[in-house]
């Protein structure tokens, strides 16, 4: 955990790539990281919604972040892989998947060392993103997943029913 200065109670998220692009969720919002596999299809269901994936007997729904951020879809490697996130949104906790190109580590950011996301220069919109993190050259972007949610896509996976997928307790 290089550059971690103890005592200080650092950030541990899940890093990951899409494209040349890494990314990073908070530790504590992944449940498990699957291999790839094929979702069951929800008719009128927006692109980047692939639709469910049978986790233990439950039914998660999956998104392909690849496509919600914009970016072309890609065909699933063996490297590709299911994020299941416990993401907070509206006072709920969802189960969710997200297909991404490679899970890459868990890494350890000083919290001082998070920047803010920067307004203009990054192909996304600033508000998925919690902060952005300096490292290697590049850059590791904090990403707000219940930010990239849209209200359809809430909608598509219970938030808004009464009939939810699966939350947690």
Known sequence: MSGVQ????????VTFSIGAEVFA???????????????????GA??????????RGVGVPTI??????????????????ILILEVPRDGEVILL????????????FARESIEKAPDIGIRWRSDYI???????????VLIDIAKVLTSQDAAMIGLSSNEPWERVP
Do not use: C, K, M, W
């Open 25 to 43: 969720v908070p530790v504590e919002q992944v449940r498990e990281i699957l291999d790839y596999q094929e979702t069951f299809r929800l008719p």
């Open 130 to 140: 919690t902060g952005v993190i300096r490292q290697d050259g590049g850059f590791v």
């Open 97 to 108: 998947g997200l297909v991404i190109d490679r899970a890459l580590v868990v890494s350890a």
């Open 6 to 13: 103890p005592g200080l109670h650092p950030v541990q998220a």
């Open 46 to 55: 927006p692109e980047h919604f692939l639709g469910l994936i049978d986790v």
């Open 64 to 81: 392909d972040l690849r496509l919600r951020l914009g970016l072309p879809r890609a065909e699933p490697t063996p490297l590709t892989r």
